[in-house]
């Protein structure tokens, strides 16, 4: 067990809908990183938070936005969902923004019907 | 730009050790890490090493560190069914920045 709670497991809905996933870090950790796992693009990062800042962005599209609340979980929303969002969405945190190894949560699988 | 290489199978005898190789672009990267993905689960990390070390040991875990050729390896030990898995690689950006760039991952079979 990492540590990192992701919340729902699992996620089926229809295109055009939203989605909200969910994080809770790791005890003591400030940062959290969202990543998307796809068979076609492997694991990708998409969006740093570093104590409810944003840190550094990835390939994050516009339709998919993220926070982190003062209790430092944080929230990934995606939007105007398509089927090629379909995939495999981790969390990780590390206790400070950079040079700290990733514990990462065990994913929110998300199918687009 | 940054880039990570591994091969995407490996299929090994049980007990017999197992070699996992990545090779990495950033020779900035700060950190070199490994993770363990089994089916339906999420990634565990396995080890790391900083990028001034050479080698780095943990139990039935053997990293090692080219830095001149940007070669990562993963050593095995006496591998087991259990280890069955996915083996990403990955190097963590630079930038102060902490965002990692992930290899496509070694699939790795142990068969008795």
């Known amino acids: 067990d990492s540590g990192v709670t992701q919340t729902p497991k699992h996620l089926i809905t229809a295109t055009g809908q939203r989605v909200t996933l969910r994080c809770s870090p790791r005890?003591?950790?400030?940062?959290v990183y969202w990543y998307q796992q796809s068979l076609d693009q492997g694991l990708q990062f998409l969006i740093q938070?570093?104590?409810?800042?944003?840190?550094a962005k990835g390939n994050i599209l516009e339709r998919f936005s993220a926070q982190q609340f003062p209790d430092l979980h944080s929230e990934l929303n995606l939007s105007s969902l398509e089927l090629g969002d379909s995939a495999l969405y981790f969390c990780?945190?590390?206790?400070?923004?950079?040079?700290?190894?990733?514990?990462f949560g065990d994913g929110t699988r998300l199918s687009i019907l | 730009g940054e880039d990570v290489e591994q091969s995407l199978f490996l299929s090994v005898r049980e007990g017999d050790s197992s070699v996992i190789n990545c090779t990495y672009t950033?020779?900035?990267?700060?950190?070199l890490y490994w993770y363990k993905q089994e089916p339906g689960a999420g990634l565990q990390l396995l080890t790391y090493i900083f990028s001034n070390m050479d080698m780095k040991q943990d139990q039935r875990l053997t990293v090692l560190l080219n830095k001149k050729d940007k070669h990562l390896s993963l050593r095995i030990a006496d591998t087991q069914t259990g280890d069955s898995a996915i083996y990403f690689c990955a190097e963590s950006s630079t930038g102060g920045y902490n965002k990692l760039i992930f290899g496509a991952g070694t699939r790795l079979a142990v068969h008795p």
């Open positions: 005890s003591g950790d400030l940062s």
């Open positions: 950033d020779s900035s990267s700060t950190y």
């Open positions: 990780a945190s590390s206790k400070q923004g950079s040079n700290q190894p990733q514990h």
């Open positions: 938070y570093y104590n409810g800042e944003e840190r």
